[in-house]
């Protein structure tokens, strides 16, 4: 009888339980979408991620269940490794280089190409612009290596030509940071345009009639109308670069390195590989590669709550 | 008249000349390397030896390809990545969007820890080690599954595919609803069909994820005839020597020879397929940056 009674009580008067099976059941289906998702993400992120735990044991690959807890041990040794602070340093140097000279460089384009009337032009710029951004590092590294080859590279002969001296930029010490910072501005400022210019496809074209009317030149225009309707994305992006400060770009720094640029140019991703991957020192390279993450997690939380007290818009 | 006078003063004028030659100058710049690399991959050996290709090849002739495609690993190279970026592209698309749609309901219980979990995937990467051991001990190395796996689902793609759904009025699916359509119905018949543009926009960022992975060879991949292009081309940039001697072409006695053709020539196939695919697909990746926004 209390069964029969029950679906007919009125939604107001269930328990928190009821709504909440009743919920589970209607959405049934939603449940089976999403959980392949899930399970993906469980096993090929979340389960990574637990395993970072052998950063705390001395891990034995060939039984893994002989391995011992060792506590923060593998971090301890990171610390006093003079050539992993190296790396750190290097990671540090060349990802705020990176952002300080890189991170500009699309803002000012979206700006310029914003004040262009020539749809067809700026289309085909655009276009091109970005088209770096789709090739791989492998292939960028091939035009690199190319351009700079010793004997044949034209920028070789360029810079012989200014400078009056055979640069080798790819095993120069001095040289081969800012050719990183060149060439990944190079590869990356097309595609942050295309970030900065959707943000200005949104801007209402009768707030620039109206300033027009009021008489303000198109430079006031843009410091006034344009440049306001972008900080939210240029917010957003300073924040998703500070997660990446970590990050001094793995892939090419991969593909373009060398021995002989070992001390500026080896940054702690390409450290974890070479410990890692090709020495199996799994626990200590693990215990370096979370370190690098758990800086990253805790800037772009510092950064996030910094530009939502700022009045801005967080990514979450 | 009078007033148009009044808009364009002589410093607009001037930056108006300035910015059409920048920005026709910047995309020279983006073009000429590729130019370049095309220009010398049809010109002859020893022309390339003593350098000074500018704009057009020096002594042309087709021998660059010809070595190219004897090499057996060009083949096996665009076949592995053939086979994984459509397998990839297909199952990860189809995934991301079965994931984001429940997402994108409100009333979906439990859906803020689920998006949080999808959401931190994206700020805490579990880094190299913990995911090659994962690989490992699941008994994917040497795998082509292991190429494919790893990199379905993405969390940055899932919130572009979110927020898009939830621009989708509600109103249609209700329709559908007093019909007895089931929300499994109802995704698969209405909602992906009217999101066909956002799914194109991430199949093809799926894509060329795909197509451009190198590293996932260097981790699992040992058997040569299962790299990835990029891997093979790689190989072939770094090896001179021994992919000229694989391509048949005879190395000379100098041990430095350079055969910039020989790359110039790898670099040009494996990239001729994104160039030409390119200008038919640019419009969806600006799509997709204009319907994700950066965020969900």
């Known amino acids: 009888m209390a069964a029969a009674a029950k679906p007919a009580k009125p939604a107001y008067e269930l328990s928190g339980w009821e709504r909440f099976k009743k919920d589970v059941v209607r959405d049934k289906w939603l449940y089976l979408l999403i959980l392949p998702g899930m399970l993906f993400m469980l096993i090929f992120r979340y389960i990574p991620i637990f395993g970072n735990v052998i950063a705390f044991m001395d891990f034995n690959p060939y039984n893994m269940w002989n391995s011992t807890w060792v506590g923060f041990d593998q971090f301890i040794k990171l610390f006093n490794k ?12 060349i990802s705020i280089l990176k952002m300080v000279c890189g991170f500009p460089i699309p803002i000012i384009l979206a700006l310029m190409m914003n004040e262009m009337r020539n749809m067809k032009f700026k289309k085909v710029a655009q276009t091109l612009l970005y088209l770096p951004h789709f090739i791989s590092w492998v292939v960028m590294a091939g035009l690199i290596m190319n351009f700079l080859d010793p004997s044949t590279g034209l920028v070789t002969a360029l810079l012989k030509s200014i400078t009056g001296k055979d640069l080798q930029v790819l095993t120069d010490k001095t040289l081969f940071v800012p050719m990183l910072i060149i060439t990944d501005i190079y590869k990356t400022m097309g ?27 198109k430079w006031k225009q843009m410091i006034n109308i344009t440049l306001p309707a972008i900080t939210p994305t240029i917010v957003i992006m300073l924040i998703l670069n500070c997660n990446n400060i970590v990050n001094a770009g793995f892939d090419q720094i991969f593909m373009l390195y060398s021995a002989l640029v070992y001390d500026v140019a080896d940054i702690i991703d390409t450290y974890v590989y070479r410990i890692g991957i ?16 758990i800086i990253a997690l805790v800037m772009i939380l510092i950064v996030n709550f910094v530009a939502k007290k700022t009045g801005n818009e967080g990514i979450w | ?50 350098g000074g290709i500018f704009l057009w090849p020096k002594g042309f002739n087709l021998d660059t390809y010809k070595s190219v495609f004897k090499n057996p690993n060009i083949y096996t190279g665009f076949r592995t990545t053939i086979i994984v970026t459509i397998a990839g ?22 859906g803020k820890v689920l998006m949080t979990l999808v959401l931190f995937t994206m700020i805490f990467s579990a880094g190299m080690i913990p995911s090659f051991l994962l690989i490992q001990t699941i008994g994917f190395m040497d795998n082509i599954l292991a190429l494919i796996l790893p990199g379905l689902v993405s969390a940055y793609n899932c919130i572009i595919m979110k927020s898009f759904f939830l621009s989708i009025p509600e109103s249609l699916e209700e329709s559908a609803r007093i019909d007895g359509a089931t929300d499994l119905r109802i995704f698969f018949s209405i909602i992906l069909p009217l999101s066909k543009a956002t799914i194109a926009t991430i199949a093809l960022f799926t894509a060329v994820g795909y197509w451009n992975d190198y590293f996932s060879t260097v981790l699992y991949i040992r058997s040569v005839d299962k790299w990835a292009l990029q891997a093979v081309l790689r190989n072939m940039l770094t090896n001179t020597q021994q992919a000229m001697q694989q391509a048949g072409v005879n190395v000379m006695a100098q041990t430095n020879t350079n055969a910039q053709t020989i790359k ?23 799509k997709g940056v204009m319907i994700g926004g950066v965020k969900g």
Not at chain 2, 264 to 284: H, M, N, R, W
Request: hydrophobic share 45%; net charge positive; glycine share 6%.
């Open chain 1, 82 to 93: 003079p050539a992993f602070m190296q790396t750190f340093y290097n990671t540090l140097y």
């Open chain 1, 191 to 217: 595609w942050g345009t295309i970030i900065y210019f959707a943000a200005l496809s949104g801007v209402d074209p009768q707030l620039y009639e109206a300033a027009e009317i009021d008489g303000a030149r």
């Open chain 1, 278 to 293: 090709q020495k199996a020192d799994y626990s200590f390279s693990t215990a370096a590669g979370m370190f690098k993450s």
């Open chain 2, 1 to 50: 008249m009078e007033k148009n006078k009044i808009k364009t003063s002589t410093g607009e004028k001037i930056f108006t000349v300035f910015n059409y030659a920048f920005f026709t100058l910047l995309c020279l710049v983006m073009l000429y390397p590729f130019w370049h690399e095309i220009m010398l991959s049809f010109s002859s050996l020893e022309a390339s030896m003593k």
């Open chain 2, 89 to 110: 592209t297909a199952l990860g698309t189809l995934l991301t969007a079965m994931t984001a749609y429940p997402l994108s309901k409100s009333r979906l219980r439990g």
């Open chain 2, 264 to 286: 110039a020539g790898t670099i040009v196939v494996s990239t001729v397929p994104i160039l030409i695919v390119y200008p038919f697909v640019q419009k969806y990746f600006v």
